[in-house]
């Protein structure tokens, strides 16, 4: 018998009634994204009073022997297999030996545990290894990326029958299989729950049995590793109109594993994704039969394909596309602050000027802050953690600032940049950004639907509650639950709005934080943010209640603030993990003044922008009476950060750990990176004696020889690394014919790609000749 007070019958009552009307109720599928997975931190951020020791006591990932291991053994022997222009531009495919040492060396099976015959790696493992493979080429990290990622792999680990595992498991482990997953059809992109796939429940005749199953008709597209696949993930709706597996008609989006060479399927043609050469393409289904045990997770499963699906895209989501953007970041580190060292012009590295500067420290930047961001995430993960809406706040920003991250170096490198051929070790990964925006989640819909639509009913301390709730149809305990949790909501908002003022009108100064050294006031603004974050959620909430759906301008803005204390709590976290070293803390001061910037203009913005005025007065009022005050990182900081990756040392090599270093000779090729990599050393070890040099004004070595500036030997030396700066400047040429004939003879057909060799020229040295780049078939006509 639920007990009765005066406030729950006379106060409560009334407005759990009004709010039943006035919350809309959540569709299924919300229901189901919302119910994905969990919280964590993010729900630490939502109560407007983070706790910093909590964060900073969490253990950093790590990894185990046999994982390093790996990385420097398998990972390192593959990375040196793969020439990247030759894959895209010559063979349109991986070549057979990789494609052999991807499934012999199990890189298709990290996630798959041990006792199935897979690597059992962690989070971090896996990570690592997709991050050092998209610093050698973006189309064998998205090869190695998809099986680990969302589809039958996962899928089966989370919801298979035991029966599914035991077969399928081992087989895709041993590479005997290639699977791919489904979701995508030419009428349902974002909004892939609205598939017109179907399947229908009936008997047929599978490998000689009459048994009961399904009946799949379907059109996909953009499936990766779909060209090749063994096995299809196939996401459908489920119907069972003669009733033969329960009373429902429509039985709701259903998953199952479609073996490829079944009658009626067409797969195998290839789309050409920003002319990136992974295996991806469309595939049909007409009137193909599978049986009923093929459903993941068996007949009890059919129906709960969104809810599977959202519940595997919590963890995965924050794993591949993350270590993509962090490696690229790193990597965009690394060669653009070397090649701005060797860069001269008007007799200067281009290092020396402040316009360029100022991009070479927002590339330092933001290649520490992902890079922190992915390390935390991936500790959340193999903490046991599935917290859907960080790693949907992962996705998106993570590919956003590799996005500014790769323009930037792209501008700084100029025509280097983009010129395609061998030498250019660019042009991949700029092609490559749009893809990995696209995918896993667009991010316009990620951003402005999903990190704050779901973070604010999921890591709401109260939200969920109430909507549960509401919900309920025992009335009775519905209103006792209703009541705990609207009075729990009402007291957290008064302590925020008294927070959020108190921070607010005293700049942070007397906001929590831990004794972090130089690093202290970062947290009382970050606390101080966190605070206004949670007043201003709650006041969306309040006055615009199931209208803030609509609003997807606001809700972006909400999103992009939870972000900022997201990614600004990983970069605190990092400095701390590292050891708080002095060298390091211009790259923290800038991920933060960056992110406090975005906080107080994203304020701003919505409370200029807000509907209903008063509450945007209100707000106004309390948690930014002045207008935004943050301004961003200064120049001096934004120098220190430039400074970093222009000159050899420790914070430069700690930033861009464990990127791939090639050979300066790969194959046949020299390598662009490798040759930037060399000139950029030599640069830097000679740079005393063009000092000494410019002491006394010689005008070139020879001058300065016979002056006797310097020796011989240092001569020497520098004649070296202007031949180093010479070939690592240089871009590749070829001759007209050659592209134009091999334009014409790979028209249309991306299968069979003829191969013809051109010479090359650079203006340093003759290279060998390559492979010349076929034009697409579009491009031709
Ligand atoms: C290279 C590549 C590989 C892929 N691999 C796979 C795979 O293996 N398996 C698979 O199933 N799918 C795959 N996809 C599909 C991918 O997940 C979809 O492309 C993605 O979901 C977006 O769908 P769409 O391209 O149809 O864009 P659309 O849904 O048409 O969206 C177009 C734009 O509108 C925005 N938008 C849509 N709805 C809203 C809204 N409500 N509010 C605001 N903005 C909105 C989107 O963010 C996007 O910017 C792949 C795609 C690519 C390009």
């Known amino acids: 018998?639920?007990?009765?007070?005066?406030?729950?019958?006379?106060?409560?009552?009334?407005?759990?009634?009004?709010?039943?009307?006035?919350?809309?109720?959540?569709?299924?599928?919300?229901?189901?994204?919302?119910?994905?997975?969990?919280?964590?931190?993010?729900?630490?951020?939502?109560?407007?009073?983070?706790?910093?020791?909590?964060?900073?006591?969490?253990?950093?990932?790590?990894?185990?022997?046999?994982?390093?291991?790996?990385?420097?053994?398998?990972?390192?022997?593959?990375?040196?297999?793969?020439?990247?222009?030759k894959i895209n531009w010559d063979l349109h495919d991986l070549p057979p030996e990789v494609w052999d040492f991807l499934k012999s060396r199990k890189f298709f099976a990290m996630i798959i545990p041990k006792a199935y015959g897979g690597l059992g790696f962690s989070a971090y493992a896996h990570s690592e290894v997709i991050r050092k493979l998209s610093t050698r080429s973006i189309c064998v990290a998205c090869t190695a990326m998809v099986p680990n990622s969302l589809g039958p792999g996962e899928l089966l680990m989370q919801f298979g029958t035991k029966a599914q595992q035991d077969y399928w498991l081992p087989r895709l482990a041993r590479g005997e299989e290639i699977p791919c997953f489904g979701l995508t059809s030419p009428e349902a992109g974002s909004d892939a729950a609205s598939m017109i796939d179907s399947g229908v429940v009936c008997r047929g005749t599978y490998q000689g049995s009459e048994v009961l199953g399904?009946?799949?008709?379907?059109?996909?597209?953009?499936?990766?590793?779909?060209?090749?696949?063994?096995?299809?993930?196939?996401?459908?709706?489920?119907?069972?109109?003669?009733?033969?597996?329960?009373?429902?008609?429509?039985?709701?989006?259903?998953?199952?594993?479609?073996?490829?060479?079944?009658?009626?399927?067409?797969?195998?043609?290839?789309?050409?994704?920003?002319?990136?050469?992974?295996?991806?393409?469309?595939?049909?289904?007409?009137?193909?039969?599978?049986?009923?045990?093929?459903?993941?997770?068996?007949?009890?499963?059919?129906?709960?394909?969104?809810?599977?699906?959202?519940?595997?895209?919590?963890?995965?989501?924050?794993?591949?596309?993350?270590?993509?953007?962090?490696?690229?970041?790193a990597f965009c580190a690394h060669v653009t602050g070397a090649y701005a060292r060797i860069r001269e012009q008007f007799h200067v590295p281009i290092a020396k000027f402040e316009a360029i500067q100022e991009r070479l420290g927002r590339i330092a930047a933001t290649a520490y802050l992902l890079d922190a961001a992915r390390r935390m995430t991936?500790?959340?993960?193999?903490?046991?953690?599935?917290?859907?809406?960080?790693?949907?706040?992962?996705?998106?920003?993570?590919?956003?600032?590799?996005?500014?991250?790769?323009?930037?170096?792209?501008?700084?490198?100029?025509?280097?940049?983009?010129?395609?051929?061998?030498?250019?070790?660019?042009?991949?990964?700029?092609?490559?950004?749009?893809?990995?925006?696209?995918?896993?989640?667009?991010?316009?819909?990620?951003?402005?639907?999903?990190?704050?639509?779901?973070?604010?009913?999921?890591?709401?301390?109260?939200?969920?509650?109430?909507?549960?709730?509401?919900?309920?149809?025992?009335?009775?305990?519905?209103?006792?639950?209703?009541?705990?949790?609207?009075?729990?909501?009402?007291?957290?908002?008064?302590?925020?709005?008294?927070?959020?003022?108190?921070?607010?009108?005293?700049?942070?100064?007397?906001?929590?934080?831990?004794?972090?050294?130089?690093?202290?006031?970062?947290?009382?603004?970050?606390?101080?943010?966190?605070?206004?974050?949670?007043?201003?959620?709650?006041?969306?909430?309040?006055?615009?209640?199931?209208?803030?759906?609509?609003?997807?301008?606001?809700?972006?803005?909400?999103?992009?603030?939870?972000?900022?204390?997201?990614?600004?709590?990983?970069?605190?976290?990092?400095?701390?993990?590292?050891?708080r070293q002095a060298d390091d803390f211009p790259l923290l001061a800038y991920c933060l003044e960056a992110s406090f910037a975005t906080i107080s203009l994203r304020f701003d913005e919505l409370i200029a922008n807000f509907p209903v005025r008063p509450v945007a007065w209100l707000l106004r009022f309390i948690i930014q009476p002045l207008g935004p005050r943050s301004r961003g990182p200064s120049d001096r900081v934004t120098d220190a950060c430039a400074a970093i990756i222009v000159t050899p040392s420790a914070v430069r090599d700690r930033l861009t750990v464990d990127l791939y270093h090639p050979a300066e000779t790969e194959g046949e090729e020299a390598n662009g990176i490798a040759l930037v990599e060399r000139a950029f050393a030599m640069t830097a070890a000679v740079q005393p004696i063009r000092d000494r040099m410019q002491t006394v004004r010689a005008r070139d070595i020879d001058q300065a020889l016979k002056q006797r500036t310097i020796t011989a030997e240092e001569a020497t030396q520098l004649k070296a690394a202007a031949d180093a700066v010479a070939a690592a400047i240089a871009v590749d040429d070829f001759a007209p014919e050659e592209l134009t004939s091999r334009g014409a003879s790979n028209k249309g057909d991306v299968s069979s790609p003829a191969t013809s060799q051109a010479s090359r020229q650079s203006t340093s040295e003759q290279p060998p000749p390559h492979q010349v780049p076929p034009f697409p078939a579009a491009a031709a006509e």
């Open 214 to 329: 399904i009946r799949l008709n379907w059109h996909k597209r953009y499936i990766t590793l779909g060209p090749i696949a063994t096995v299809l993930g196939l996401a459908f709706k489920l119907h069972d109109p003669d009733h033969l597996i329960g009373n429902k008609d429509d039985i709701g989006i259903t998953l199952a594993l479609v073996p490829t060479q079944l009658p009626g399927i067409s797969i195998g043609r290839r789309h050409l994704p920003a002319l990136h050469v992974f295996q991806n393409g469309p595939n049909w289904g007409h009137d193909v039969f599978i049986p009923m045990d093929n459903v993941i997770g068996g007949v009890d499963q059919v129906g709960k394909g969104w809810k599977m699906l959202m519940s595997a895209l919590a963890a995965g989501r924050g794993i591949s596309l993350p270590s993509l953007s962090a490696a690229g970041a």
């Open 378 to 579: 991936c500790a959340a993960l193999d903490d046991g953690h599935h917290p859907a809406v960080v790693t949907a706040i992962m996705k998106e920003q993570a590919t956003e600032r590799l996005r500014i991250a790769v323009n930037d170096a792209m501008d700084v490198h100029g025509g280097k940049g983009i010129i395609e051929g061998p030498l250019n070790y660019l042009g991949s990964l700029y092609r490559g950004v749009p893809i990995a925006i696209t995918v896993e989640g667009a991010n316009i819909v990620t951003r402005s639907l999903i990190q704050f639509g779901q973070g604010a009913i999921r890591c709401h301390p109260y939200l969920l509650k109430e909507m549960q709730a509401l919900e309920d149809e025992d009335r009775a305990r519905g209103l006792d639950a209703f009541d705990a949790a609207f009075w729990g909501h009402v007291g957290h908002s008064l302590a925020n709005t008294l927070r959020a003022w108190g921070r607010a009108w005293t700049g942070g100064l007397m906001a929590p934080a831990p004794e972090a050294g130089a690093a202290t006031p970062f947290y009382r603004q970050l606390s101080r943010h966190a605070a206004a974050f949670a007043l201003a959620v709650d006041l969306a909430l309040l006055s615009l209640g199931g209208a803030l759906k609509r609003k997807e301008m606001i809700s972006a803005r909400f999103g992009d603030i939870l972000s900022e204390l997201y990614l600004s709590s990983a970069a605190l976290k990092r400095w701390n993990d590292e050891g």
């Open 1 to 85: 018998m639920p007990h009765s007070s005066f406030r729950r019958d006379w106060i409560t009552k009334p407005i759990f009634r009004m709010a039943q009307h006035a919350l809309p109720r959540l569709s299924d599928t919300e229901r189901e994204a919302i119910e994905a997975g969990d919280v964590w931190w993010d729900a630490d951020l939502f109560t407007g009073n983070p706790d910093w020791t909590k964060l900073l006591a969490f253990a950093p990932a790590k990894l185990s022997a046999e994982e390093q291991q790996f990385l420097a053994g398998p990972v390192e022997e593959l990375c040196r297999m793969i020439d990247d222009w």
